[in-house]
């Protein structure tokens, strides 16, 4: 005989017995299965946990962040204004971009003040956009 263990909900644990057992949070399954181990358990039915968040998600590498300037980058990138020198060395230190900083959007905006062909649409693009693997891969390939 196989069992679930089911504590608060969640099954934290898979028995094979002898015996029946008569509990409420042993719930008899089919064979001694532990891919159920985390699995919620509810009116007779077990559900397999939500997928874990990706950390990476939202973090991008710089080449990739650049790239998505479009046809804006270069003029951002040689710009002769202090303080977009400031932002894109700031940027030059780091390893990715958060795109949900707050502080990145407030660079964004003050860039395309400077930089007029950084629009507004530019910049919503860049921070909207989700990152695809192909925007992350050497911080995945280093970190994660």
Known sequence: MYYAQITVGIV???TETHNAIESPNMIAIDSLDA????YTYAAGVFTAPAAPADPCANLIDLGPFYDRAAGAKMAILTSTDATVKAI????NIRKWVDLTRPD???????IGSVVPALTPAIQAAMLATPVAAVENLA???LYF
């Not at 891919?35 to 985390?38: A, M, N, Q």
């Not at 990145?104 to 003050?110: D, E, P």
């Open 88 to 91: 894109i060395g700031d940027l």
């Open 104 to 110: 990145v959007a407030s660079a964004l905006t003050y």
């Open 139 to 141: 911080l995945r390939k």
């Open 35 to 38: 891919s159920l181990l985390g």
């Open 12 to 14: 934290t644990g898979v």
